[in-house]
């Protein structure tokens, strides 16, 4: 008789496709290494694949795992959501993995004060924080991510949005250089010195060489980094300005990373934060909780800034 494939083995392929490692999903799965070896090898069977295959010193997923990921994710929410706890449940009680997707310069703000709620009010829940390779809204309709906290244009209809906040960009310097010890930077100062360029697409260029080339005036890119918090890194180099948003200045600055902030010389346009989550999680209990963490673990740091914040449901 063919051997089944049960609900089981879907999380195991889940989490082997995520990891990319037998070892790291075995500790996801709370399994034994030789236990989740074990499912592989059950799954190969099941699916009449190899899954995963050696490269090099780790494991690549094939066509097939790849094309079949987002089914399986699609199944094991389903499946979740038919067990779904009642709202007004204790969190305390539930055993969930949210993967969040975040805009590069919200990790170190929103990731360790939303880690922090959540391991004290719901110690069975874990956070997946995904890198945003992209801003498609296809990894919230297969289930890749569960919440989305971006910078991005109008949303498709199946996906539900929420206004965290809007904010600006500042010119992060070294505290202690000379740019750091100036009451307010000049334009001569921003077209002079040496900027680092954060942008994960390696773009040199952005609304701030628009804004100088209306003025007559450029500016010097010496380096480009893939996120706003690396950049804020290198500005801690003399005589180099990184332009970052407001609300991570402001972070790492509180946090003692001896940082200055300037504000910019020119109008620059201002962005909206949100978060995106798909229709199918709009009405489930944790979800909607989780949402909620979000906003709460965003908002002291944007009272504190006075910048402008809704939370509406759409």
Known sequence: M????????????????????????????????????????????????PILVRAG???VPTPFALRSAGTVKTLLDTADRLRTEPAGSDPRSWRRTFSIRLNDGLVPVLAPRLT??????????????????SKEPDPLRDGSIDL?????????PDVHTSTLFTD????????????????????????????????????????????????????????????????????????VICLVPRITATHLIERGVPLRQHDVPVDLPTSDVELR?????HNDPPAR??????????RPLTTALDLESTWCEK
């Not at 030789?34 to 592989?40: H, K, N, V």
């Not at 989550?277 to 999680?281: D, F, G, S, V, Y």
């Not at 909780?289 to 965003?298: F, M, P, T």
């Open 2 to 49: 063919p051997e089944e494939l049960d609900l089981n083995l879907l999380r195991v392929f889940d989490a082997l496709l995520d990891t990319g490692s037998v070892k790291e999903a075995a500790v996801r799965l709370h399994l034994s290494a030789p236990a989740t070896s074990r499912a592989l090898s059950r799954l190969r069977r099941v699916m009449n694949d």
């Open 289 to 298: 909780w989780l949402r909620d963490c979000v906003h709460d673990a965003i």
């Open 148 to 156: 989305d906290v971006t910078v991005a244009g109008p949303p498709p």
């Open 168 to 239: 600006h960009f500042v010119a992060a310097v070294a505290a202690d250089s000379p740019l750091g010890r100036i009451p307010q930077l000049t334009l001569d100062d921003l077209c002079h010195t040496p900027h680092v360029s954060a942008s994960r697409r390696g773009l040199t260029r952005g609304p701030l060489d628009d804004a100088l080339e209306r003025t007559g005036r450029s500016r010097h890119v010496v380096a480009v980094v893939p996120t706003y918090a690396v950049g804020a890194l290198m500005a801690l180099e003399h005589n």
């Open 116 to 133: 922090r709620r959540i391991a004290d009010e719901a110690p069975g829940v874990r956070l997946l924080f995904v890198r945003q390779d």
């Open 277 to 281: 989550w798909h229709r199918r999680l």
């Open 57 to 59: 010193r780790g494991l």
